[in-house]
């Protein structure tokens, strides 16, 4: 089978429903790429992974800060460069437990920040394709019953509804290229909140007292804020 009729039942379509479709069809290629090029960043970023950064604590634990922090180091995934931040510290021997949470704190908003890019252009795809399929179905319809007034007593009920089904197309189109994205940026909003949970947790672990490799005095300023995921709905009021 050769590629023209592979893509030939997409180019009756975009015939069919016309400009709407074709940058229904743009943005869902893109909206691949994106999605692929997102899915491979994070598995070479080993979003999520805390098998290193838990062993490394272990390390740290038994006393080898060295060991520990070269281990960590040599990781990829968030909790890994988190603690190996975390240890750096402790091993400078300056620091006390609030300065490394907050240090920690700002390596992770800008973890999570440099990992949600493209995010909001997935986000815009989910809200924007079904309004312009429906703006096709508007237009479409618009352009059907101009038809049936023109054509005055000789209507043909065949030509309207064929009129109609093709406005509709647009509008299949638009949630057939939503609804996809949608769960598949969910998919990746939750890995990235798990990401941010697997830096806190490993974190918090390795300075609580039961396994913290040195003494930290507790700093008396406020802790550091919170790093927090935005959500969908957040990054879509902030613009």
């Known amino acids: 089978m050769s590629l023209s009729n592979v893509l030939e039942p997409a180019r009756s379509i975009i015939d069919l429903g016309g400009p709407i479709v074709a940058i229904l069809a743009v943005m869902s290629v893109l909206s691949l790429a994106v999605i692929l090029v997102k899915l491979f960043g994070f598995w070479t970023a080993r979003i999520g992974h805390t098998r290193r950064a838990t062993q490394a604590i272990e390390m740290a ?30 091993a400078e021997g300056r620091f006390n437990k609030a300065e490394i949470e ?20 997935l986000d815009t795809v989910v809200q924007l394709s079904p309004l312009l399929g429906l703006f096709g ?90 790093v927090t995921l935005a959500t969908r709905d957040e990054r879509s009021h902030a613009h």
């Open 61 to 90: 634990s038994g006393g080898d800060i060295e060991k520990a922090r070269d281990y960590a180091s040599r990781g990829r995934s968030g909790a890994a460069v988190a603690v190996s931040l975390a240890l750096s510290m402790i």
């Open 137 to 226: 179905t508007v237009l479409g319809m618009i352009e059907a019953f101009q038809k049936l007034q023109g054509a005055g007593n000789a209507v043909d009920p065949s030509a309207l509804a064929g009129g109609i089904w093709v406005a509709l197309l647009t509008t299949a189109v638009g949630l057939a290229v939503a609804m996809p994205v949608s769960i598949v940026l969910t998919y990746l909003e939750s890995r990235l909140e798990n990401d941010r949970v697997a830096i806190e947790t490993t974190v918090s672990a390795l300075l609580s007292p039961r396994t913290a490799p040195v003494s930290l005095t507790a700093a008396r300023r406020p802790h550091a804020p919170v």
């Open 102 to 121: 907050e240090e920690v704190s700002r390596f992770a908003l800008d973890h999570l920040h440099r990992n949600q890019f493209g995010f909001r252009f």
